[in-house]
């Protein structure tokens, strides 16, 4: 079975500044997806970034980016460049598999709150 | 519609009381999920669905859980018998089979049980 760890409960930045959070996962598959959700209050899950674990170039959407490190099974996201708007509870999630929109689920860890402060 | 749509939104009950929470997936996508999320956790998956038909099930935490999409469109889950330890909010999500995106999630019910 996968498992999927998020061992920052919570973590705060400053507006405009850089923030990392951790994810590790643990997996005996060959092919994966990685991906990190946004949860802000409203509740729906929102796509962050993927990363196919065939890729070695880092994914990056915009301000977001990840640092992975298949042989390590590490998979940071970084947010640069901090907005307000970015405070909410951040998902690490694996899935195993060849293609994403299979019938696969997500493996989600516990979360990250990060809260963004002016 | 554009998203996936889950009602109600908010769902009180009592302990004991049987519920019925509604997923509608966004059109044409074959398959559906449903995820049960605990507060302060991360959402556990519960059962899967391709089309009509129930291809997994096994998230689900008792028999008191059972889930349905007849028409391989519209979802529903229900709980019989609730318990407390059944409050949580429930998340469906759909894709379509040939999307190389992810599941889209809908806002998810918040089921609490007095």
């Known amino acids: 079975a996968q498992t999927v760890t998020q061992s920052q409960p919570e973590m705060s930045v400053q507006e405009a500044e850089t923030v990392t959070l951790s994810c590790t996962y643990d997996t005996s598959e060959n092919n994966y997806y990685l991906f990190w959700y946004k949860q802000p209050p409203s509740r729906q899950m929102i796509l962050v970034i993927r990363?196919?674990?065939?890729?070695?170039q880092n994914a990056t959407e915009n301000r977001f980016s990840v640092n992975f490190q298949k042989a390590a099974k590490s998979f940071s996201l970084k947010i640069s460049d901090s907005q307000l708007g970015d405070t909410a509870m951040y998902f690490c999630?694996?899935?195993?598999?060849?293609?994403?929109?299979?019938?696969?689920?997500?493996?989600f860890g516990k979360g990250t709150r990060l809260s963004v402060i002016a | 519609g554009a998203g996936v749509s889950q009602s109600p939104r908010y769902k009180v009950a009592k302990r004991g009381q049987d519920v019925a929470l509604r997923c509608d997936p966004i059109?044409?996508?074959?398959?559906l999920f449903w995820y049960q999320q605990a507060l302060g956790q991360g959402p556990e998956f519960l059962t899967y669905f391709q089309n009509e038909a129930q291809l997994d099930k096994s998230g689900l935490p008792s028999d008191r859980f059972f889930a349905e999409r007849p028409e391989g469109s519209v979802s529903t889950l229900k709980i019989q018998r609730t318990q407390q330890e059944d409050s949580a909010v429930y998340l469906c999500a759909s894709n379509s089979r040939d999307s190389l995106q992810p599941q889209h999630f809908g806002d998810g019910t918040r089921l609490s049980i007095l």
């Open positions: 999630a694996f899935m195993k598999g060849r293609m994403a929109g299979t019938g696969t689920p997500l493996v």
């Open positions: 059109s044409g996508h074959v398959s």
């Open positions: 990363q196919e674990a065939y890729k070695q």
